[in-house]
């Protein structure tokens, strides 16, 4: 015959995952829609995170070419965009 301790032990070992399943799978669905808002607004300047990968970037430069921004200022990049344009490498 078990003991409580091995039964509390026992029950800790199923419920916890179970618990971490039920909190974790919702937070992570769901946390996609908060972080990709994008929300653009009327200004001359364009702020492009420096971690997103190359290829993203070809979406920033079609952004910028559209004539809208005046200046790019990147996060954690060595190139900086002006007009269009590389302005430092």
Aim: no cysteine; glycine share 4%; hydrophobic share 50%.
């Amino acid at each position: 015959m078990p003991t409580a301790k091995k039964t509390a032990i026992i029950l800790a070992f199923l419920l916890l995952p179970w618990s971490l399943y039920k909190l974790l799978v919702p937070a992570l669905i769901s946390i996609h829609s908060f972080l990709s808002i994008t929300r653009p607004i009327d200004a001359q300047t364009l702020v492009v995170e420096g971690w997103i990968f190359d290829y993203m970037l070809d979406d920033a430069v079609r952004e910028i070419r559209k004539g809208k921004y005046l200046t790019v200022v990147t996060t954690g990049r060595k190139k900086i965009f002006q007009h269009g344009q590389v302005i430092w490498n």
